[in-house]
């Protein structure tokens, strides 16, 4: 991040705790999570409310409530009963999301599971859960009026399952904690899964910004007991019985891992307080995935894992876009070039303005040639989000788009230490 830009964004963090409402003004320390289902197809998108529960952890941020980093596919707002003020807001993603741009979504409808989770509130409020049209417009889908005694709110019973601290350097409300979760780790490979755990948090912590701050970083390690050991991998007709129901193959794509038993997921992590889950599969299969502000999921044991598993996690706790392509954009449905894609990493230029372009040193060819790539840093490269033509990324290579890359673009590093700085400073 650029001293300036740097500056300015601690000046607004800043800004907005002096003048915006405290923590205990409106919440108690526990957090409330909302299970629902995300029902459609290519042109729909509908939510049905399944159940609201209260978990006994809250650890995510505790200032700067009322605003966000305009991340994500979709946005919830909390709007206090008696003012009507906003008093918290927070953007997702979602798998459903990404289904509705795929081949079978033009042809059926399917509900997935989804989950939220917010502070639990001390007094009614509304929730409203609303979609992304394109870079600062929305989409009411969802208002639902929440009052925090309503007896069939349920609380979360924890499972049994151990927990072990793989990193703790401070207390939860000043940290990015992370809930690494077992997946096809039978009882037998429990010592497996916390040295697995504890190479991920090593690996993770090697890369900047992470590293710089690494103080700032919780990683707990639930050692969730699957029947069977591996994952399932349905284009072997492979399926076993796991904690979370992970399987490769997600959408047809034989590296895609992915779990939809999302309630369960949070039923694991709710062990600990968190800001981001982390499933760890027990497999030697390449392949991962990441949804922003839900789950990283990451095979463990394939060579590859230690540039896998940092990629996947950009996605989910930052935000980031894919920055590779094809050469036949076969994902050609995924981004619509004609607006401004809400990642920060990737731009269509409709509104470069916001994204790195005060970042790019003036002279600079908009796009900027392959054959510039020694020389030129941060560029305007043309291919990311899966389109060769059309999308373009801020550097040559980035751990976003290789897995020979050794790190984050420095764009990429900044995301990520924003959304740092975002739920640990006060």
Known sequence: MSKPTFVLFLFLICCSSFFGQQYSDFFIDKACRIDFHFCGNSILTAIYLDKIKQEPFWGGRRAHLSNDLNLGDFRFHLLDSI??????????????????????????????????????PKNAVTLIIEKRLDLDHWQELFRYALSPTDKLIQQ?????????????????????????????????????????AQRLAENLLTHEPFTNYKNRINIYAIAAVSVDSGVSMPQKSV????????????????????????????????????????????????????IYNFYAL?????????????????HSFAGLAD???????????????????????ITSLVQF???????????????TPKSDSIKIKLGV???GGYLKKGMYRPSFDCRMRTNKAPEF??????????????????
């Open 298 to 314: 990451t095979a463990a044991d394939n060579k590859l894992a230690t540039q896998v598993t940092v990629h996947e996690f950009g």
């Open 381 to 383: 490269f043309e291919g």
């Open 83 to 120: 003012s009507g003020k906003q008093i918290y807001i927070d953007g997702f993603s979602a798998l459903f999301h990404e289904w509705q741009s795929t081949p079978e979504a033009q042809k059926t409808s399917k509900s997935f599971e989804q989950t939220i989770q917010f502070p639990y």
């Open 323 to 345: 920055e590779y392509f094809y050469d036949n954009d076969v994902l050609d449905a995924t981004y619509d070039i004609k607006k401004e894609p809400w990642e920060p990493n």
């Open 409 to 426: 673009c420095s764009v990429c590093q900044q995301a990520v230490e924003r959304m740092i700085l975002f739920l640990t400073e006060e």
């Open 156 to 196: 979360t019973k924890l499972t049994d399952v151990p927990v072990k601290i793989i990193t703790k350097t401070v207390s939860s409300e000043k940290a990015i904690d992370i809930a690494v979760i077992a997946e096809g780790y039978a009882a037998k490979d429990q010592q497996k899964f916390y040295k697995d």
């Open 239 to 290: 399926w076993k019985n796991t904690a979370v129901g992970s399987h490769f193959f997600t959408f047809y794509e034989p590296r895609y891992l992915t779990t939809t038993n999302s309630f369960k997921l949070r039923d694991l992590a709710a062990l600990v307080p968190y800001d981001a889950i982390y499933v760890l599969a027990n497999t030697k299969t390449y392949g991962g995935g990441g």
């Open 353 to 367: 303005d916001r994204k790195w372009e005060s970042r790019v040193a003036e002279g600079t060819a908009v796009p």
